[in-house]
């Protein structure tokens, strides 16, 4: 089956840009949708399609997707933005979901 | 706007039968929609379990396949899942999420805990 891979935890200081990475091979001709979780709260649809943002999302979170790596980049991080950051992929017959990323704003 | 509210019971024995269900308000479940169900194990990551077409067709997780089934009422505009042999590895939090054309989980419920104990 196929294998999305995400980094654990990511770091990003107040104000700064932030990126967050899905690998997975190919992963560029698949589309990708990314999700936001807050402790206690069900996910947030933050990006589909690799970069299109749902309405209510500000535009300082886009996403890209390209080779074997998309990315969700999240600009100007606020605490706010803190969360686990999940990436979610087709396979075939079936969703698959990255482990996801805790973003950690210092 | 469509809510989603999942129902059923939280405690389960090992080896029983989980039966949740979704209901689905403020839009119909016969919409060009998939309607899923994903889970989350207390402190780790979110797994999806499946979804279900408004004709009835069905995907699942090639992990559950052999355990899990799908279903939805039209009458009712809810969808269910039903998960059987359960283990101690069942116990999670189970959300039902709706999936858009693009096949995204735009909508989600707050989520059930099922414990198996």
């Known amino acids: 089956s196929y294998e999305v891979t995400q980094a654990l935890s990511v770091s990003v200081a107040l104000g700064q840009t932030a990126r967050i990475t899905c690998g997975g091979n190919?992963?560029?001709?698949?589309?990708v949708h990314w999700y936001q979780q807050k402790p206690g709260q069900a996910p947030v649809l933050v990006i589909y399609?690799?970069?299109f943002r749902p309405s209510g999302i500000p535009d300082r979170i886009s996403g890209s997707n390209s080779g074997n790596t998309a990315t969700l980049t999240i600009s100007r991080a606020q605490v706010a933005d803190e969360a686990d950051y999940y990436c979610?992929?087709?396979?075939?017959?079936?969703?698959?979901f990255g482990g996801g990323t805790n973003l950690a704003v210092l | 706007q469509v809510q989603l509210q999942e129902s059923g019971p939280r405690l389960v024995k090992p080896s029983g039968t989980l039966s949740l269900t979704c209901d689905v308000s403020?839009?119909?479940?016969?919409?060009?929609?998939?309607w899923n169900w994903v889970r989350q194990p207390p402190g780790k990551g979110l797994e999806w379990v499946g979804d279900i077409f408004h004709t009835g067709s069905t995907h699942y997780n090639p992990s559950l396949k052999s355990r899990v089934t799908i279903s939805l009422d039209k009458s009712k505009n809810q969808f269910s899942v039903r998960l059987t042999s359960l283990t101690a590895a069942d116990t999670a939090l189970y959300f039902c999420?709706?999936?858009?054309?693009?096949?995204?989980?735009?909508?989600w419920g707050r989520g059930t805990l099922l414990i198996v104990s």
């Open positions: 399609r690799d970069s």
């Open positions: 979610q992929v087709w396979d075939t017959s079936f969703w698959v």
């Open positions: 403020g839009g119909s479940i016969s919409n060009n929609n998939w």
């Open positions: 999420a709706r999936g858009s054309e693009a096949g995204a989980l735009d909508v």
């Open positions: 190919n992963i560029g001709t698949k589309n």
